[in-house]
């Protein structure tokens, strides 16, 4: 069995990064699209999740 990452899959599983997502496209709509699509493109959850963060926080 491989190793898993629960963080990942808590990120994932629980639609917090869709959610996350969500709230960017409200403040910065092209960005949520960009990591919307390097999500599509396989890039990182992680690195999608902490970017979305990371923007998120020069929002607020």
Do not use: F, R, Y
């Amino acid at each position: 069995m491989l190793p898993i990452d629960m963080e990942i899959v808590m990120i994932v599983s629980n639609l917090h990064l869709p959610s996350k997502l969500s709230e960017l496209s409200k403040v910065d709509p092209h960005k949520a699209i960009e990591l919307m699509q390097a999500w599509g493109w396989k890039k990182g959850v992680k690195t999608i999740w902490n970017d979305a963060n990371n923007h998120l926080s020069k929002h607020v």
